[in-house]
C-alpha cells in the first residue's frame, strides 16, 4: 500500500467513529520501490491529497523529515517539491503493519501490501 | 493493444477467484474502443470494484500508458492478492483494498474518481448466495441480478468526479434501462458501448458521464 492510498482510507465505516482520519499507521515492514517520476501527475494529484495527513503518515514510517510540512505555493513548478511529494506518495509502500482508526483504536492489518477494511457484522 | 498476461494464475487460484471470461473480455473490448476519449480525460484516479482477477484494471493502466492511481477493491481476499500479482506481472503498480464495495474510500474518493470501473456478481441467483466473500461473491446477483448492483448505483454519483466516467457489464436480465434510469435522475446519460451474446447470456457494457459535462 503506498501512502498515496493510505491518504485516502478513512475508518468512520465503524459505528459510532466520526471523521476516522487520518489512520495511524504500526509499519512492521516498509519497501522503497523506485517509479518513473511524472511531474504532471504528481502536480493534478496534490490538490486530492490531505497533506497534514500525509505528513502524519510519512512521520508514522520514519520518512516524516522527507516532506515540508505544508504545500508550497506555486508546486506546479516547484521540482523539488514535486519529487519529494512523489517519493512519499508514490515509491514508499506499508506492506506488513497496522492501520489504526484515531478515535476507536480499531486496527486494520495491511498483509502483503494488501490493507483490510473489512468490519465485523457488529461493528457497522 | 495486447490482453494482460495472466499466466501466473494457476487452476488453484480458479477455485477461488473467477477466470476472465467472455464479460471479461468485452469489457477490456470496450475501453480499447473508448481509450482516447478515456485518454483525454486525463484521469488521475480509477477505481475498480470488484477487480478478481485484477485483468481489467491492469489493461486499462497499461493502455492509457500514463500513471494513474488505480485503487482496486475486492471482499475476496484472494482476489486482491491475484489483482495485485496481475498488476506486476505485467509492469503495473496496481492498490488493492480488501474490503466490501467502496467501505473506507468512500469519504475520501468522494468526487475525485475518474474512472470508475465495475464488472458485478450480474447472475441471477437466489437471494441467499448473495453476500459471500468467496468465489461465489464475484457472480451470485440475487434477484435480477441486481442486487450488489443496486448497492453501488448511488455510490456513483458520490464518488465520480466532474469528469468522471464509470463502465459497467450487465447482461439483458439485469434491466440495463432500468438502470439507465435510475443513473439519468442523478444527472447521467447512458451509451452502450458493446454488446455480445454469450451461450445464455448477452452481455453489454454500459458507459455512464455526466449529462452538464460538455
Redesign the interface.
Known sequence: ??L??H???????IKGVTK??PLGIQVSKLEE?S??F?PD?VA??IP?I?WSALKQAASDVGKGDEIPADIVPQYEQNEDFLKKAHHVLMEIEVIEGELVCPESGRK?PVS????????NEDEV | MSTPDISHIKSSDYQLIYEPAEDSFLFLDALLQDINFIRNLRPVTCLEIGSGSGIVSTFLAKELGCPVLSICTDINPHATEVTKKTGLQNGISLEPVLTDLVNGLGERLKSNVDVLLFNPPYVVTPSEEVGSHGIEASWAGGKCGREVIDRVLPLVPNLLSKIGVFYMVVIKENRPDEICSILMKSGFTMVTVLSRRSGPEFLSILRFTRVDYR
Open positions: 500500500m503506498k498515496l492510498t491518504n485516502m482510507l478513512t475508518s468512520n465505516i476516522g482520519f520501490k517509479v518513473d511524472n501527475f493534478r494529484m486530492k490531505d486494520f502483503n501490501g494488501i490493507p483490510n477494511m473489512l468490519l
